[in-house]
C-alpha cells in the first residue's frame, strides 16, 4: 500500500473487508447523521466520544464510539 492516497488506501481495505478502527471527526459524524456543528456542541457539554488526539489530528476509536453509544443510549432510558 505504498505511495497511496488515504483514500485509495482506505479504500483497499473496505475492499478487503477491513473495517476502519478509528475515525476523524467528519467520519463519526457521518455514521452517526450528526452534523460537525452539533458534534461540538454535545463535545462543550461533555457528551461527546471520548478522543484521541495524535499531533494534529484528532480521532475517534470503535472503542470509544461505542462507549458513547451507550452511555448516550443509557442517558435516553434514564428519561424515559
Known amino acids: 500500500m505504498a505511495n497511496q492516497t488515504k483514500a485509495e488506501t482506505a479504500?483497499?481495505?473496505?475492499?478487503?473487508?477491513?473495517?476502519p478502527k478509528a475515525f476523524s471527526i467528519p467520519q463519526?459524524?457521518?455514521?452517526?447523521?450528526?452534523s460537525?456543528?452539533?458534534?461540538r456542541k454535545m463535545r462543550e457539554r461533555g457528551l461527546g466520544?471520548?478522543?484521541?488526539?495524535?499531533?494534529?489530528?484528532?480521532i475517534?476509536?470503535?472503542e470509544?464510539?461505542?462507549?458513547?453509544?451507550?452511555?448516550?443510549e443509557a442517558a435516553t432510558a434514564a428519561v424515559e
Not at 460537525?36 to 458534534?39: I, L, S, V
Not at 466520544?49 to 484528532?58: A, F, N
Not at 470509544?64 to 448516550?72: H, K, N, Q, S, V
Open 11 to 19: 479504500a483497499a481495505l473496505q475492499a478487503a473487508g477491513i473495517p
Open 28 to 34: 463519526f459524524c457521518a455514521r452517526h447523521a450528526l
Open 36 to 39: 460537525e456543528g452539533f458534534y
Open 49 to 58: 466520544p471520548r478522543e484521541t488526539r495524535i499531533l494534529d489530528r484528532v
Open 60 to 62: 475517534i476509536t470503535e
Open 64 to 72: 470509544a464510539e461505542t462507549e458513547w453509544r451507550r452511555e448516550r
